[in-house]
């Protein structure tokens, strides 16, 4: 394990947070490229186990994964600085953007346009990563099957905890020579969500990323107090298990139902947004805040929902060690993570129905997505967003 001095450790996670495009998937592909497969700072069935339980931890995972390697690093503030270093440019940009969306709008000539060919191209980042990890957590037929299933619960609006929960039974159970009771509970959960489907009309999906939501007028216009955005932030931290998408039903019950400082409408185009940029997608917590409060609003919300991340990996890190050696636990993780591959694969179909509109837009997926796939360059994430930018405008 290397010992980073200390601006190098917080620049090396800045770039990271600078390259981090195409949302969890590609950003933690991108940190086990560089610190596993090509420096080899732990073994790829360690980092597998980690990725594993920071999926059931509150908060973004590639954000808790940096903290994690900037404590193997220099200690809990090396930490500190990497989940800093990670979260910083993200937040720079998104609150850069809340602030010209509240001065002059998305209806600038061409934006439109632009902003659809961007959510294109990260829509193919989303499909090329869900391959490359995938290539490492799925290796046997169970790993496949509990890949698969969980992809199938996740489009029928299954909800996650119960879907991992099975995932890594079904694994332990199956590794330990129980797989007769393996092949019952696989059979009980597609019984479960079978009956779920029938009686709820059909696969839900992620409805709210659909833009089918109707807005709630009317929408606050005095400023919410800072100590309110900072609780419903940490709130919402505290909540996201089993992926950023989890907080979304939390902030749009404060930001839209409750408080009514923003409208539906408004919440989306913040989902949109973060969408773009090099960030968790917990990052539109800063456009909700902005929106709830001005510029100390979009910084207390923002403090307030990756709060949980920073502490539940600096304060349960030796914790954590000893659990994921633990060969009971790390068969359960390994059956665990191959489920949220699932759960990743499900929340990607979502997003492929909404971004590919047409078919300009299939033949943008396709060409991004043969260039991602030939390409080993570091840049080629910012280089395809960019291109799609350009396609865009044109």
Same mark, same amino acid.
């Given at each position: 394990?290397?010992?980073?001095?200390?601006?190098?450790?917080?620049?090396?996670?800045?770039?990271?947070?600078?390259?981090?495009?195409?949302?969890?998937?590609?950003?933690?592909?991108?940190?086990?490229?560089?610190?596993?497969?090509?420096?080899?700072?732990?073994?790829?069935?360690?980092?597998?186990?980690?990725?594993?339980?920071?999926?059931?931890?509150?908060?973004?995972?590639?954000?808790?994964?940096?903290?994690?390697?900037?404590?193997?690093?220099?200690?809990?503030?090396?930490?500190?600085?990497?989940?800093?270093?990670?979260?910083?440019?993200?937040?720079?940009?998104?609150?850069?953007?809340?602030?010209?969306?509240?001065?002059?709008?998305?209806?600038?000539?061409?934006?439109?346009?632009?902003?659809?060919?961007?959510?294109?191209?990260?829509?193919?980042?989303?499909?090329?990563?869900?391959?490359?990890?995938?290539?490492?957590?799925?290796?046997?037929?169970?790993?496949?099957?509990?890949?698969?299933?969980?992809?199938?619960?996740?489009?029928?609006?299954?909800?996650?905890?119960?879907?991992?929960?099975?995932?890594?039974?079904?694994?332990?159970?199956?590794?330990?020579?129980?797989?007769?009771?393996?092949?019952?509970?696989?059979?009980?959960?597609?019984?479960?969500?079978?009956?779920? !489907? +029938?009686?709820?009309?059909?696969? /839900?999906? &992620? %409805?709210?990323?659909?833009? @089918?939501?109707?807005?709630? #007028?009317? $929408?606050?216009?005095?400023?919410?107090?800072?100590?309110?955005?900072?609780?419903?932030?940490?709130?919402?931290?505290?909540?996201?298990?089993?992926?950023?998408?989890?907080?979304?039903?939390?902030?749009?019950?404060?930001?839209?139902?409750?408080?009514?400082?923003?409208?539906?409408?408004?919440?989306?185009?913040?989902?949109?947004?973060?969408?773009?940029?090099?960030?968790?997608?917990?990052?539109?917590?800063?456009?909700?805040?902005?929106?709830?409060?001005?510029?100390?609003?979009?910084?207390?919300?923002?403090?307030?929902?990756?709060?949980?991340?920073?502490?539940?990996?600096?304060?349960?890190?030796?914790?954590?060690?000893?659990?994921?050696?633990?060969?009971?636990?790390?068969?359960?993780?390994?059956?665990?993570?191959?489920? !949220? +591959?699932?759960?990743?694969?499900? /929340?990607? &179909? %979502?997003?492929?129905?909404? @971004?590919?509109?047409?078919? #300009?837009? $299939?033949?943008?997926?396709?060409?991004?997505?043969?260039?991602?796939?030939?390409?080993?360059?570091?840049?080629?994430?910012?280089?395809?967003?960019?291109?799609?930018?350009?396609?865009?405008?044109?």
């Amino acid at each position: 394990m290397p010992r980073d001095p200390w601006l190098r450790l917080f620049l090396r996670f800045l770039r990271f947070g600078a390259l981090a495009w195409g949302g969890p998937v590609a950003q933690i592909a991108m940190i086990r490229q560089e610190l596993v497969d090509e420096e080899r700072w732990v073994s790829s069935a360690q980092f597998n186990r980690v990725l594993a339980v920071y999926q059931v931890l509150p908060g973004p995972e590639a954000h808790e994964l940096c903290v994690y390697f900037g404590m193997r690093s220099r200690g809990r503030w090396g930490g500190v600085l990497a989940g800093l270093g990670f979260m910083l440019p993200g937040f720079v940009l998104m609150f850069a953007l809340s602030w010209a969306y509240v001065r002059y709008g998305l209806q600038t000539e061409g934006v439109a346009a632009v902003f659809a060919a961007v959510q294109v191209a990260v829509a193919a980042l989303i499909v090329r990563a869900v391959v490359r990890i995938g290539e490492h957590v799925v290796t046997d037929r169970w790993l496949w099957g509990i890949a698969i299933g969980a992809t199938v619960a996740q489009l029928a609006g299954i909800h996650f905890g119960i879907v991992l929960t099975v995932a890594g039974a079904v694994y332990l159970l199956a590794q330990r020579q129980f797989r007769w009771l393996a092949w019952a509970s696989a059979a009980a959960t597609a019984a479960g969500v079978i009956g779920y !489907v +029938v009686a709820m009309g059909g696969l /839900t999906g &992620l %409805a709210v990323l659909s833009g @089918s939501a109707a807005d709630a #007028e009317p $929408v606050r216009r005095d400023g919410m107090p800072l100590l309110a955005l900072f609780w419903s932030g940490l709130k919402a931290g505290l909540l996201t298990f089993g992926g950023a998408y989890t907080v979304i039903p939390f902030l749009q019950r404060d930001a839209v139902t409750q408080g009514a400082w923003m409208s539906n409408t408004q919440f989306l185009d913040g989902l949109a947004l973060s969408g773009l940029l090099p960030a968790p997608l917990i990052i539109f917590s800063t456009f909700v805040g902005y929106l709830g409060g001005g510029p100390w609003g979009a910084v207390m919300m923002t403090v307030g929902i990756f709060l949980p991340a920073f502490a539940f990996t600096l304060v349960g890190h030796d914790a954590l060690e000893r659990v994921v050696h633990q060969p009971r636990i790390r068969l359960f993780l390994e059956g665990l993570t191959a489920g !949220v +591959v699932g759960l990743i694969a499900g /929340t990607t &179909l %979502a997003l492929i129905k909404v @971004s590919l509109t047409g078919l #300009e837009a $299939v033949i943008l997926f396709a060409l991004v997505l043969a260039v991602l796939f030939a390409s080993k360059a570091k840049l080629v994430i910012p280089a395809v967003i960019a291109a799609a930018a350009l396609w865009g405008w044109l």
